[in-house]
């Protein structure tokens, strides 16, 4: 069973500091890696990809890959309210993606 | 760009009767389509994958009969629940891939089936 696993949390940080989400994989295989954002009740929404060892920056977004260590984060800076929501790790093994159960953050004001 | 469209966005039946759910990409074409349920505070499930002009590829455990799936154009896909029972009381959400050479997929906003 190819598994993706992710700290179901609840995660809280303060406003304005740094997030880090964690998900490991059991597939080494792996070639494509996903974080999505889920509001409570609303469908997924892409955050960001990476394909390739090391950091990958978008805006307060940094995805960080080790295809060694099987294991893919990211990383919200100055953090907001608005980020409260759970994030998805998806990770694409051959033909299958696959969903990690989530991490719930939590952001106070 | 890559937007994708649910409709309904809710819908209430009784028990025993068909519900059929549509997803549209609205500015990209779409060979491929993605079907998940998933079930309050838990994580998405993938039901099938649906590609355009062929049949669907259902995962271990999910019912064919039950949940049909017809991607007639590279636009729309959609999914119907078949004597649709309190059990598939579920958030439905499907996806598409942006482009068929990535693994970017993008997803409608759901589908929340309640069935009395």
């Known amino acids: 069973q190819k598994e993706v696993e992710q700290n179901s949390g609840p995660l809280s940080v303060p406003e304005g500091a740094i997030a880090s989400l964690n998900c490991t994989y059991s597939?080494?295989?792996?070639?494509?890696f996903f974080w999505y954002r889920q509001y409570s009740g609303k469908s997924p929404e892409l955050i960001m990809s990476i394909y390739s060892n090391g950091d990958k920056e978008d805006g307060r977004f940094t995805a960080q890959l080790n295809k060694a260590s099987q294991y893919v984060s990211l990383l919200i800076r100055d953090s907001q309210p608005s980020d409260s929501a759970t994030y998805l790790c998806a990770v694409k093994s051959g033909n299958d993606m696959r969903f990690g159960a989530g991490t719930r953050l939590t952001v106070k004001p | 760009g890559a937007v994708v469209s649910q409709h309904p966005s809710w819908v209430i039946c009784k028990s025993g009767t068909s519900v059929k759910i549509e997803c549209r990409s609205l500015?990209?074409?779409?060979?491929?389509m993605f079907w998940y349920r998933q079930f309050p505070k838990q994580s998405l499930m993938l039901m099938a994958t649906s590609n355009e002009g062929s049949k669907a590829t259902y995962e271990q455990g999910v019912e064919k009969d039950k949940f049909l799936i017809n991607h007639a154009s590279l636009t729309l896909s959609t999914l119907t629940v078949t004597s649709a029972h309190p059990e598939d009381s579920s958030f439905y959400i499907c996806s598409a891939k942006y482009l068929a050479q990535t693994d970017t997929q993008y997803f409608g906003p759901g589908t929340r089936l309640t069935v009395l």
């Open positions: 597939d080494r295989g792996s070639q494509s």
């Open positions: 500015d990209f074409q779409a060979t491929t």
